[in-house]
């Protein structure tokens, strides 16, 4: 079993960068690929980036791609979410979330944290 814990949301405004960590814990950390999504209160939650376990391979959401990078530390079971260029409609909670496969769908995660919250003021 994996259980992850969202740090560094906050108040950000428009341009500004901010850096998302996912600690996790439990011996198979390291086995599992990492995703992080956001949602908007009354909205679905929304794919933003994935990582495979070794971190060879990464997905990006297309609203992101280019402002926005994914990466892990496994040694220290940690996912990062590195986000630059920051617009207001990337206001949202930010949730990392553990799945045996590298993966879009929401539903197909294993594990979740309880989620941060960004907001971007323009």
């Known amino acids: 079993q994996v259980q992850l814990v969202e740090s560094g949301g906050g108040l950000v405004q428009t341009g500004d960068s901010l850096t998302l960590s996912c600690a996790g814990s439990?011996?198979?950390?390291?086995?599992?690929?990492m995703g992080w999504f956001r949602q908007v209160l009354g909205k679905e939650r929304e794919f933003v980036a994935a990582?495979?376990?070794?971190?060879?391979?990464?997905i990006y959401a297309d609203s992101v791609k280019g402002r926005f990078t994914i990466s892990r530390d496994n040694a220290k079971k940690r996912v990062y979410l590195q986000m630059n260029s920051l617009k207001p409609e990337d206001t949202a909670v930010y949730y990392c979330?553990?799945?045996?496969?590298?993966?879009?769908?929401?539903?197909?995660?294993?594990?979740w944290g309880q989620g941060t919250q960004v907001t971007v003021s323009s």
């Open positions: 990582i495979s376990w070794s971190g060879g391979n990464t």
């Open positions: 979330a553990a799945n045996h496969g590298l993966v879009v769908v929401a539903d197909e995660y294993d594990y």
């Open positions: 439990g011996r198979t950390f390291s086995s599992y690929a």
